[in-house]
C-alpha cells in the first residue's frame, strides 16, 4: 500500500482525464469526475464507477438531466498499489474504463480492449 495525500491523488485524475484523446474528450457530455476516498460498504475493492445515463442510450428526451457522475474511489487504489507509478496506471487505466462506459461500452468489450 502506499500513501499518498489526496489533493496528489486528485491531481493523477486531472492528469489520467488530461490523457484522453481531445477528440473524445470534446464528446463527454454532461458529466463530472469525482474522487471519494472509500467505495460503497458492499463493494470495497470497487475503484470507479459510472452512474449515468450513456450516451447510447440518450434520446430526444434527455433534457435538463443532472450530470452523470464518474468517481475514483482512492483507498482501494492506494491499497493494490506498492509505487507512485502503479498508482499513475491504475487511476488512467480506471478513468478510461469509467469514461468508456459513458459512450455506452460494457465490461465485455472492455475487457476485449484490455481495460476491464
Known amino acids: 500500500m502506499i500513501d499518498m495525500s489526496r489533493a496528489r491523488f486528485e491531481e493523477l485524475v486531472t492528469d489520467a482525464m488530461d490523457t484522453v484523446p481531445a477528440e473524445l474528450a470534446a464528446l463527454v457530455d454532461n458529466c463530472v469526475v469525482l474522487v471519494e476516498d472509500d467505495p460503497p460498504a458492499g463493494d470495497p475493492d470497487l475503484l470507479g464507477v459510472y452512474d449515468g445515463t450513456p450516451l447510447t442510450e440518450r434520446g430526444q428526451g434527455y433534457t435538463m ?46 475487457h476485449d480492449l484490455g481495460y476491464a
Not at 457522475?69 to 502503479?86: D, G, H, K, N, V
Request: negative net charge; proline residues 4%; hydrophobic residues 45%.
Open 65 to 110: 438531466a443532472l450530470p452523470d457522475r464518474i468517481t475514483i474511489f482512492r483507498a482501494p487504489t492506494l491499497a493494490m498499489c506498492e509505487s507512485e507509478e502503479q498508482v499513475v496506471d491504475e487511476v488512467r487505466i480506471t478513468v478510461v474504463h469509467e469514461i468508456a462506459h459513458h459512450f455506452g461500452i460494457d465490461d465485455d468489450r472492455l
